[in-house]
């Protein structure tokens, strides 16, 4: 089996979006460090995101996000989870937070403001001296480049993790509006994002195609 046709090819031929399963996908893609933000297994518990009832594919459970670390293997990745389930499986070298400054609007006692961020593997390095375990970029709730898709990440915030990323080509599997791919394109990076849903293809083509760093 081999790759389809790329969804999306930037001009440079840096960024390649492919619309497909993950899954099926991953295993054909010569990558070396994966930075991605996987459905988190949140749907049972929260049911949708945001004002708007949104859902995304596979977040029923965390099976899918643990087929993928499993066929990443020992690969530098970086991954995405929430600090309301247990985390990813395996070994973990880095600890991160991200500190959304704007509260969430999940239900319990406390509204979290945070998410955690895993980290392993080789190459990892600190890129300045303010490179620092705790991320503080506002989330942005209810700017208009929120409605891309409920979990969009600030693209700062991803500027700042690939910054300290191991050289060598980037893969995010769970590609979503294409953040990651935005920033790696700003960092002159080359990345290769993989989208389940081709609503998600189309918003992040539109973003790396206006080069608005949104």
């Not at 099926?24 to 459905?39: H, R, W, Y």
């Not at 239900?107 to 403001?113: F, H, I, L, N």
């Not at 208009?144 to 700042?160: F, S, T």
């Not at 083509?205 to 080069?211: D, I, K, M, P």
Request: aromatic share 8%; with cysteine.
């Amino acid at each position: 089996m081999s790759l389809p046709e790329p969804y999306y090819v930037s001009e440079d031929g840096r960024i390649t979006i492919y619309h497909g399963d993950c899954l099926e996908l991953l295993p054909l893609v010569d990558g070396a460090v994966m930075v991605t933000d996987p459905p988190y297994g949140l749907e049972e518990l929260a049911g949708s995101y945001g004002r708007h009832g949104d859902t995304i594919a596979n977040d029923r459970d965390t099976t899918t996000r643990a087929a993928v670390l499993e066929m990443w293997g020992a690969r530098p990745v970086l991954m995405f989870s929430t600090p309301r389930l247990p985390e990813p499986p395996g070994d973990w070298e880095h600890r991160l937070v991200w500190d959304k400054v704007e509260p969430g609007l999940n239900g319990g006692p406390w509204r979290y403001t945070h998410e955690n961020v895993f980290v392993r593997g080789d190459g990892w390095a600190r890129p300045d001296a303010s490179s620092f375990s705790v991320l503080r970029f506002r989330a942005g709730n209810g700017s208009p480049d929120r409605a891309l898709h409920p979990h969009r990440k600030p693209v700062e915030l991803m500027r700042a993790l690939l910054r300290a990323a191991p050289p060598g080509l980037i893969v995010d599997p769970f590609m979503g509006s294409g953040t990651t791919l935005r920033a790696a394109a700003d960092l002159g990076r080359s990345a290769i994002g993989i989208e389940y849903e081709e609503i998600y293809c189309e918003r992040a083509v539109e973003r790396l195609r206006q080069g608005v760093l949104l």
